[in-house]
């Protein structure tokens, strides 16, 4: 006999978004016309792209910092143009990177308990797109490594560590670059461009290796993403304006794997994709709803699960990473939604009985950990992410700060070729102590500057109040 529902243990996941005082409140949502999500999570910090006269910023909010958000609340304020994307660094919750309207992506270091100053000075400033830059994505195994694309076609990686672009990719797409996604070990990338093509790209032979033409037919934008098996996923429109999800094996990309219609709505659906449960969720922009799916290896390949609706539309979405979630809760996702004035978590969870540690929900995830330092992955190595177990919880560690050592060009010899097949890599200098050493006295200076700036802010601030007493006083 035919079973009619198919057994799965998500079938049961329902969202729930949490009470007012837990969510971040009076908050102004930037209103770029932008595709992007507007907001990244970590296990420390939500961060969110504002609304800012005279340039662009995004706030940085401890996560326990719920309620009313002052107005006069620090913000990450270093670009003369609005932040259109914003990425935390998978190996260092401090760290994170910002693209822009004014043609620069800035990677900034977080003080370990948040801001309590407006940070105007980036790490590092990576100058080298000619054109705004919509799209930035930290690698997922390889310290340091940072992929950036912008409306000049091209996609540039960088190594912070040292602020150089050791990968130009300028040729490869002929119009608007919508999106890009590393594959689980970082030696792929895939696109999804306006002239319809998905594309799966080598980034350090500088090829494409798949590509398909028309992934879907209608003329809004898509986005693509790999998932942990090595399949790309994409979503799109038809051409009858209805959106689509689809299914593509990059070793054969003339026929989708699977490919569902879903309805008429214009919003672009954004896929946020957990390897570890193969559940795909996605949250179109301006829907009040988030679809999810899961992915298997038996028709029909995508299985809708379930939605989670609510009145409210969302202007953008922040993803929290898996070891960052409440496991004694059996929370399997949380979301940050951005309405207009405020950001709202929305926890996904599987019901269970038992309060013991639900091993089947939380196989070892992607730690903080990386697997690679830069210069390795450069040279042509790859690895898989470093897996922690979830199971007594995650205690985030502490995170060293971001040092970037900008190299002397004048001692590096011009290559000849462009396109040569591996991207000459800096190599380690034998006065790599002394180097060390001046890192750490900038850093001791730095911190003995803030502290003094901090001093010299409750200085003023106290003989300011000393003079509202003096005033009641008389």
Partial sequence: MRR?????????????????????DDIRVSRVTWDSSF???????VAIIIEASGGGAFLVLPLHKTGRIDKSYPTVCGHTGPVLDIDWCPHNDQVIASGSEDCTVMVWQIPENGLTLSLTEPVVILEGHSKRVGIVAWHPTARNVLLSAGCDNAIIIWNVGTGEAL???????????????????????????KDKKVRVIDPRKQEIVAEKEKAHEGARPMRAIFLADGNVFTTGFSRMSERQLALWNPKNMQEPIALHE????????????????????????????????????????????????????????????????????????????????????????????????????????????????????????????????????????????????????????????????LISVPKKTTDMASVQNEAKLDEILKEIKSIKDTICNQDERISKLEQQMAKIAA
């Fill in 4 to 24: 009619v529902v198919r057994q799965s243990k998500f079938r049961h996941v329902f969202g729930q978004a949490v009470k007012n005082d837990q969510c971040y």
């Fill in 39 to 45: 907001c990244a999570v970590n296990p420390r910090f």
């Fill in 167 to 193: 990968i130009n990719l300028d040729d490869m797409h002929s119009d608007m670059i919508y999106n890009v996604s590393w594959n689980r070990n970082g030696s792929l990338i895939c696109t999804a461009s």
């Fill in 262 to 421: 879903m309805d008429t709505s214009n919003g672009v659906l954004l896929p946020f994709y957990d390897p570890d449960t193969s559940i795909i969720y996605l949250c179109g922009k301006g829907d009040s709803s988030i679809r999810y799916f899961e992915i298997t290896d038996e028709s029909p390949y995508v299985h809708y699960l379930n939605t989670f609706s609510s009145k409210e539309p969302q202007r953008g979405m922040g993803y929290m990473p898996k070891r960052g979630l409440d496991v004694n809760k059996c929370e399997i996702a949380r979301f940050f939604k951005l309405h207009e004035r405020k950001c709202e978590p929305i926890i996904m969870t599987v019901p269970r009985k038992s309060d013991l540690f639900q091993d089947d929900l939380y196989p070892d995830t992607a730690g903080p950990e990386a697997a690679l330092e830069a210069e390795e992955w450069f040279e042509g190595k790859n690895a898989d992410p470093i897996l922690i177990s979830l199971k007594h919880g995650y205690i985030p560690g502490k995170n060293r700060d971001l040092k970037v050592v900008k190299k002397n060009i004048l001692d590096s010899k011009p290559t000849a070729n462009k396109k040569c097949d």
